[in-house]
């Protein structure tokens, strides 16, 4: 059956981490096209990257993908967003239990909102269950080592940012 259809995979991605690469690759098995799309709120931003630089390392990852992966920013509602960008479904992943319930509050608002939009859960891959963008950015900063969690260049950026 041929792939059909637009996702949208909304969040920081500050940075993109494995276990977001591991749901993009996932969710093209199944939709045509991927859209990764970066929340902004420019007055509550306290983003390490640059909308720039995130967008940056995204397309990078995903430059092997035929143009079925795009990287975008957004502000506002996500939502109204992706009804601009042609998509049906919003992929999150789900780490552990305690993912749960913030992503239940969310899908169900969305909903709300807009019920045509569907939110779809995708476990992630058992290595990435314990890694965030907020614990990579930790570790790196404190010296710690983070290869195989995040690509190759998101990592070189990370050592970069942080001098190590
Ligand atoms: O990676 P994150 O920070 O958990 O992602 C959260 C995100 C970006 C999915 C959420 O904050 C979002 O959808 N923001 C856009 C604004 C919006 O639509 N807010 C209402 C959500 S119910």
Same mark, same amino acid.
């Given at each position: ?44 931003? %306290? ?21 079925? /992966? ?13 009804? %601009? ?6 992929? %999150? ?56 969690? /995040? ?14």
């Amino acid at each position: 059956m041929a792939n059909s259809g637009v996702a949208i995979y909304p969040g920081s991605f500050d940075p993109i981490t494995n276990g977001h690469v591991d749901l993009v690759n996932r969710t093209l098995r199944v939709f045509e096209k991927v859209v990764v799309a970066i929340a902004t709120n420019p007055d509550k931003d %306290r983003s390490l990257f640059s909308v720039e630089e995130r967008l940056q390392m995204i397309e990078e990852v995903f430059a092997d993908t035929s143009g079925r /992966v795009s990287a975008v920013s957004f502000q506002g509602l996500l939502v109204d967003y992706a009804e %601009r960008q042609g998509a049906t479904v919003v992929i %999150r992943g789900l780490r552990a239990i305690s993912d749960f319930e913030y992503e239940f509050q969310m899908a169900m608002m969305n909903h709300r909102l807009k019920p045509k939009l569907e939110t779809f859960f995708m476990m992630t891959g058992e290595s990435e269950f314990y890694t965030s963008s907020r614990l990579v950015k930790e570790v790196v900063s404190l010296g710690g080592n983070v290869a195989g969690l /995040v690509p190759d260049n998101v990592l070189k950026k990370l050592q970069d940012k942080f001098k190590v």
